[in-house]
T-cell receptor
Framework: GESVGLHLPTLSVQEGDNSIINCAYS??????FIWYKQESGKGPQFIID?????DKRQGQRVTVLLNKTVKHLSLQIAATQPGDSAVYFC??????????FGTGTSLTVIP | GAVVSQHPSWVICKSGTSVKIECRSL??????MFWYRQFPKQSLMLMAT?????????EQGVEKDKFLINHASLTLSTLTVTSAHPEDSSFYIC????????????FGPGTRLTVL
Protein backbone atom coordinates (compact mmCIF):
# COMPACT_ATOMS: atom_id res chain seq x y z
CA GLY A 1 0.00 0.00 0.00
CA GLU A 2 0.88 3.62 -0.12
CA SER A 3 2.62 5.36 2.72
CA VAL A 4 0.50 7.98 4.36
CA GLY A 5 1.65 9.15 7.73
CA LEU A 6 0.58 11.62 10.37
CA HIS A 7 2.95 13.82 12.28
CA LEU A 8 1.22 13.61 15.66
CA PRO A 9 -0.53 10.53 16.96
CA THR A 10 -2.39 12.45 19.70
CA LEU A 11 -3.63 15.98 20.06
CA SER A 12 -5.36 17.66 22.98
CA VAL A 13 -7.05 21.03 22.60
CA GLN A 14 -9.17 23.23 24.78
CA GLU A 15 -12.81 23.54 23.88
CA GLY A 16 -13.29 26.58 21.67
CA ASP A 17 -9.74 26.59 20.36
CA ASN A 18 -8.82 25.73 16.80
CA SER A 19 -7.32 22.32 16.00
CA ILE A 20 -4.83 21.52 13.30
CA ILE A 21 -4.19 17.92 12.28
CA ASN A 22 -1.38 17.21 9.84
CA CYS A 23 -0.77 14.46 7.34
CA ALA A 24 2.12 13.61 5.04
CA TYR A 25 1.66 11.50 1.95
CA SER A 26 4.29 9.87 -0.18
CA UNK A 27 2.84 9.38 -3.65
CA UNK A 28 3.09 12.47 -5.77
CA UNK A 29 0.58 10.92 -8.18
CA UNK A 30 -2.18 10.99 -5.56
CA UNK A 31 -4.84 13.32 -6.84
CA UNK A 32 -7.65 13.07 -4.34
CA PHE A 33 -7.65 13.24 -0.57
CA ILE A 34 -10.29 12.77 2.09
CA TRP A 35 -10.33 13.43 5.80
CA TYR A 36 -12.36 10.99 7.86
CA LYS A 37 -13.43 11.07 11.48
CA GLN A 38 -13.81 7.83 13.38
CA GLU A 39 -15.42 7.53 16.77
CA SER A 40 -14.74 4.52 18.92
CA GLY A 41 -16.40 1.37 17.60
CA LYS A 42 -17.82 3.08 14.54
CA GLY A 43 -16.97 3.30 10.87
CA PRO A 44 -15.17 6.32 9.41
CA GLN A 45 -17.29 9.35 8.68
CA PHE A 46 -16.53 11.62 5.73
CA ILE A 47 -15.52 15.13 6.76
CA ILE A 48 -14.13 16.89 3.74
CA ASP A 49 -12.29 16.14 0.53
CA UNK A 50 -9.97 17.96 -1.81
CA UNK A 51 -8.65 17.31 -5.27
CA UNK A 52 -5.08 17.93 -6.25
CA UNK A 53 -5.98 20.89 -8.43
CA UNK A 54 -6.96 22.81 -5.30
CA ASP A 55 -4.92 24.21 -2.42
CA LYS A 56 -7.72 24.85 0.01
CA ARG A 57 -11.27 23.81 0.61
CA GLN A 58 -13.61 24.93 3.32
CA GLY A 59 -16.56 23.25 4.90
CA GLN A 60 -18.58 23.90 7.98
CA ARG A 61 -16.00 24.66 10.69
CA VAL A 62 -13.40 22.64 8.78
CA THR A 63 -10.75 23.62 6.28
CA VAL A 64 -8.40 21.35 4.40
CA LEU A 65 -5.13 22.66 3.05
CA LEU A 66 -3.06 20.82 0.46
CA ASN A 67 0.59 21.53 -0.24
CA LYS A 68 1.61 19.39 -3.16
CA THR A 69 5.16 20.69 -3.15
CA VAL A 70 5.92 19.04 0.17
CA LYS A 71 3.15 16.43 -0.06
CA HIS A 72 1.40 17.69 3.03
CA LEU A 73 -2.23 17.85 4.00
CA SER A 74 -3.81 19.48 7.01
CA LEU A 75 -7.24 19.62 8.59
CA GLN A 76 -8.21 22.67 10.55
CA ILE A 77 -11.20 22.55 12.87
CA ALA A 78 -12.47 25.88 14.07
CA ALA A 79 -13.91 26.35 17.56
CA THR A 80 -13.34 22.75 18.52
CA GLN A 81 -16.17 21.13 20.44
CA PRO A 82 -16.26 18.05 22.69
CA GLY A 83 -18.12 16.21 19.93
CA ASP A 84 -15.05 16.60 17.74
CA SER A 85 -13.12 14.18 19.94
CA ALA A 86 -12.29 11.22 17.71
CA VAL A 87 -9.54 9.74 15.60
CA TYR A 88 -8.94 11.56 12.34
CA PHE A 89 -7.52 9.87 9.29
CA CYS A 90 -6.35 11.29 6.02
CA UNK A 91 -6.64 9.06 2.99
CA UNK A 92 -5.01 9.42 -0.41
CA UNK A 93 -6.32 8.19 -3.67
CA UNK A 94 -5.18 7.94 -7.26
CA UNK A 95 -7.71 8.30 -10.06
CA UNK A 96 -10.61 7.26 -7.90
CA UNK A 97 -9.22 3.86 -7.12
CA UNK A 98 -8.14 2.48 -3.76
CA UNK A 99 -7.75 4.73 -0.77
CA UNK A 100 -4.81 4.31 1.54
CA PHE A 101 -5.14 5.56 5.06
CA GLY A 102 -2.67 7.20 7.37
CA THR A 103 -2.00 6.13 10.93
CA GLY A 104 -4.57 8.42 12.46
CA THR A 105 -4.50 11.24 15.02
CA SER A 106 -6.49 10.99 18.19
CA LEU A 107 -8.05 14.35 19.02
CA THR A 108 -9.18 14.99 22.59
CA VAL A 109 -11.14 18.12 23.36
CA ILE A 110 -10.81 19.33 26.92
CA PRO A 111 -13.99 21.00 28.22
CA GLY B 1 -28.08 10.17 1.53
CA ALA B 2 -25.15 7.82 0.84
CA VAL B 3 -25.81 5.40 3.67
CA VAL B 4 -23.96 2.11 3.95
CA SER B 5 -25.02 -0.59 6.36
CA GLN B 6 -23.29 -3.70 7.61
CA HIS B 7 -24.69 -6.82 9.17
CA PRO B 8 -24.04 -8.12 11.70
CA SER B 9 -22.54 -5.37 13.81
CA TRP B 10 -20.86 -7.89 16.10
CA VAL B 11 -20.33 -11.60 15.76
CA ILE B 12 -18.68 -14.10 18.06
CA CYS B 13 -17.83 -17.50 16.62
CA LYS B 14 -15.86 -20.60 17.41
CA SER B 15 -12.53 -21.27 15.78
CA GLY B 16 -12.90 -23.18 12.53
CA THR B 17 -16.30 -21.84 11.58
CA SER B 18 -17.07 -19.47 8.72
CA VAL B 19 -18.64 -16.07 9.13
CA LYS B 20 -20.40 -13.97 6.52
CA ILE B 21 -20.56 -10.19 6.74
CA GLU B 22 -22.91 -8.18 4.55
CA CYS B 23 -22.36 -4.68 3.24
CA ARG B 24 -25.25 -2.80 1.67
CA SER B 25 -25.56 0.59 0.05
CA LEU B 26 -29.04 1.69 1.07
CA UNK B 27 -29.78 4.69 -1.09
CA UNK B 28 -27.38 4.47 -3.99
CA UNK B 29 -25.90 1.94 -6.34
CA UNK B 30 -22.29 1.08 -5.72
CA UNK B 31 -20.27 -0.09 -8.65
CA UNK B 32 -17.31 -0.61 -6.37
CA MET B 33 -17.10 -1.70 -2.76
CA PHE B 34 -14.05 -2.01 -0.58
CA TRP B 35 -13.30 -4.15 2.44
CA TYR B 36 -10.98 -3.05 5.21
CA ARG B 37 -9.88 -4.48 8.51
CA GLN B 38 -8.81 -2.49 11.49
CA PHE B 39 -7.00 -3.57 14.62
CA PRO B 40 -7.40 -1.62 17.87
CA LYS B 41 -5.80 1.80 17.78
CA GLN B 42 -4.56 1.23 14.25
CA SER B 43 -5.47 2.51 10.86
CA LEU B 44 -7.69 0.90 8.25
CA MET B 45 -5.97 -1.65 6.09
CA LEU B 46 -7.44 -2.23 2.64
CA MET B 47 -8.10 -5.92 2.05
CA ALA B 48 -9.78 -6.00 -1.33
CA THR B 49 -11.65 -4.08 -3.98
CA UNK B 50 -14.89 -5.53 -5.22
CA UNK B 51 -16.57 -4.61 -8.49
CA UNK B 52 -20.10 -5.71 -9.19
CA UNK B 53 -20.22 -8.83 -11.31
CA UNK B 54 -16.50 -9.51 -11.34
CA UNK B 55 -13.89 -11.09 -9.13
CA UNK B 56 -12.49 -9.09 -6.27
CA UNK B 57 -8.98 -7.70 -6.40
CA UNK B 58 -7.05 -8.50 -3.25
CA GLU B 59 -4.25 -6.48 -1.73
CA GLN B 60 -0.87 -8.07 -1.34
CA GLY B 61 -0.74 -10.43 1.61
CA VAL B 62 -4.48 -10.98 1.86
CA GLU B 63 -5.51 -14.60 1.34
CA LYS B 64 -8.31 -14.70 -1.20
CA ASP B 65 -9.27 -18.25 -0.24
CA LYS B 66 -9.68 -17.23 3.37
CA PHE B 67 -11.53 -13.98 2.76
CA LEU B 68 -14.15 -14.69 0.12
CA ILE B 69 -15.75 -11.64 -1.39
CA ASN B 70 -18.88 -11.63 -3.49
CA HIS B 71 -20.39 -8.53 -5.09
CA ALA B 72 -23.57 -9.97 -6.51
CA SER B 73 -25.51 -6.77 -7.01
CA LEU B 74 -25.00 -3.02 -7.12
CA THR B 75 -26.13 -2.73 -3.52
CA LEU B 76 -24.68 -5.78 -1.82
CA SER B 77 -21.23 -7.16 -1.19
CA THR B 78 -20.40 -9.97 1.22
CA LEU B 79 -17.20 -10.94 2.97
CA THR B 80 -16.93 -14.50 4.22
CA VAL B 81 -14.15 -15.31 6.64
CA THR B 82 -13.59 -19.01 6.16
CA SER B 83 -12.28 -21.30 8.88
CA ALA B 84 -11.90 -18.39 11.22
CA HIS B 85 -9.15 -18.37 13.83
CA PRO B 86 -8.53 -16.07 16.79
CA GLU B 87 -6.03 -14.03 14.77
CA ASP B 88 -8.87 -13.12 12.40
CA SER B 89 -10.57 -11.25 15.22
CA SER B 90 -10.77 -7.68 14.07
CA PHE B 91 -13.04 -4.83 13.07
CA TYR B 92 -14.12 -5.27 9.46
CA ILE B 93 -15.35 -2.20 7.62
CA CYS B 94 -16.77 -1.91 4.15
CA UNK B 95 -17.11 1.15 1.98
CA UNK B 96 -19.01 1.83 -1.19
CA UNK B 97 -18.35 4.18 -4.06
CA UNK B 98 -21.23 5.38 -6.21
CA UNK B 99 -19.03 5.46 -9.27
CA UNK B 100 -19.68 7.43 -12.41
CA UNK B 101 -17.05 10.01 -11.65
CA UNK B 102 -17.60 10.24 -7.92
CA UNK B 103 -14.51 9.22 -6.05
CA UNK B 104 -15.74 9.55 -2.49
CA UNK B 105 -16.21 6.37 -0.51
CA UNK B 106 -18.93 6.03 2.08
CA PHE B 107 -18.24 3.74 4.98
CA GLY B 108 -20.37 1.26 6.82
CA PRO B 109 -20.48 1.18 10.63
CA GLY B 110 -18.18 -1.84 10.81
CA THR B 111 -18.52 -5.41 12.04
CA ARG B 112 -16.62 -6.60 15.06
CA LEU B 113 -15.55 -10.24 14.70
CA THR B 114 -14.41 -12.15 17.76
CA VAL B 115 -13.15 -15.69 17.19
CA LEU B 116 -12.90 -17.83 20.28
Amino acid sequence: GESVGLHLPTLSVQEGDNSIINCAYSNSASDYFIWYKQESGKGPQFIIDIRSNMDKRQGQRVTVLLNKTVKHLSLQIAATQPGDSAVYFCAENIMGNQFYFGTGTSLTVIP
Amino acid sequence: GAVVSQHPSWVICKSGTSVKIECRSLDFQATTMFWYRQFPKQSLMLMATSNEGSKATYEQGVEKDKFLINHASLTLSTLTVTSAHPEDSSFYICSARPGAGEWTQYFGPGTRLTVL
